[in-house]
């Protein structure tokens, strides 16, 4: 969509939507180190409960370590570091920038990614958590913080304005798949008792074809398509 206000990022980020950008991202990171679990050393944990998580496929959330819980933050710290110097937080920008970033475990960021984590993974919960607390899409509560309110009113609007889809198109083109969260443990596979037929309050997509990167990129699948209209896995 043609941009209006002369200032987005790559003709498609627009201000008000790159400031959602990188104050949710910012956040994201911060609530996730702040749920993490009482991590015994590097000892990893069954599927922990740690915010954002299942944003991450299954396979590897069986066990989590500190380490790669932290990496999932980084990429979102990552994500909102970029974002602040005006650049569109595309998935291998932000992996090569994960271990520059100042302030950031470097050893937890190349635990996140040689353990298979990608920054898809964590640009898709971020995504998720904007379209979630937009004023029309969500319930609203970006805007329901003071400063953010403020700082949206301070900056010019713009076509490309609340446009997720174009951002997540934008993001996710050369990725070697289509990250498409939150997923649930299937839990005969996995051994987990009870929540079969229950409703999380989720809107959960068909990744029946999805395969991890590197099997993505070495069949040459195509990314999964979602069941839901809209881009990320909102609360309903």
Known sequence: MPCTCNQCVGGILSPRMLLRLERTAASSAEMVQDSMPAFHG???????????????????????????????????STAAYLARQRQLPKPRMVAQMMGIVPGLEKG????????????????????????????????????????NAKALEALPQCRNDDQFQLLRQQLFANSDFWPCGPYAFDDEEWGQEGGEGEDDGWVHYDTSNWKPPAAAAAGGAAPPAAAGSGGGGGAQ
Do not use: C, I, W
């Open 42 to 76: 590097d000892q990893p944990v069954h599927d922990p409960e740690v915010y954002l998580l299942d944003y991450v496929p299954p396979e590897l959330r069986v066990e989590v370590a500190r380490p790669f819980a932290v990496g999932f933050a980084n990429a979102m």
């Open 108 to 147: 937890a960021s190349k635990a996140f990614l040689g353990k298979g984590g990608v920054p898809e993974y964590a640009l898709d919960a971020v995504l998720a958590r904007m379209e979630e607390e937009h004023e029309t899409a969500g319930d609203g509560s970006f805007a329901q913080d003071e400063a």
